[in-house]
């Protein structure tokens, strides 16, 4: 991380960016993300192909809206990552749930689920885990 000095200022600058992707921000600041380092990683470890795609797009919501050139099984992955991330944030981890904000029409279309339909299946989640 000595290469990007400047990393903590540059996620909390793309946290509080409601207008542009998570990615871009970094992108702009950084000349790389972490998306994409993930992706290296993946195939680095022999992560299937799917895993390692849906790892690269994480941040790339309307990707969950265009079936084509892109899986049915990456989109569910990065819809099941943003709804993993959100009951996360509910439960206190981590900070705010920016993301989740900004993510939450797309993940919902995709799954055709209602916001509220979202709140329901979580407190069934949650309640299962007492």
């Known amino acids: ?22 990615t871009d921000i970094e ?8 998306a994409v380092v993930g992706y290296f990683l993946a195939k680095r470890w022999h992560f299937s192909g799917v895993l390692a ?5 994480h941040h790339d919501y309307a990707i969950l809206g265009r079936p084509d050139g892109t899986s049915d099984t990456v989109r569910a992955l990065i819809g099941l990552g943003v709804l993993a991330e959100h009951i996360a944030r509910l439960q206190g981890a981590g900070g705010g749930d920016e993301e989740w904000d900004k993510a939450a029409p797309a993940v919902c279309a995709y799954f055709n689920l209602s916001l509220g339909a979202v709140d329901d299946l979580i ?6 885990m007492d």
Not at 53 to 57: D, G, N, W
């Open 1 to 22: 991380m000595k290469r990007f000095t400047q990393t903590k200022e540059v996620l909390a600058k793309a946290n509080r960016c409601d207008e542009r992707r998570f």
């Open 27 to 34: 992108d702009s600041e950084l000349g790389t993300n972490h």
């Open 53 to 57: 795609e849906a790892v690269l797009h």
């Open 123 to 128: 407190e069934d989640i949650l309640d299962s």
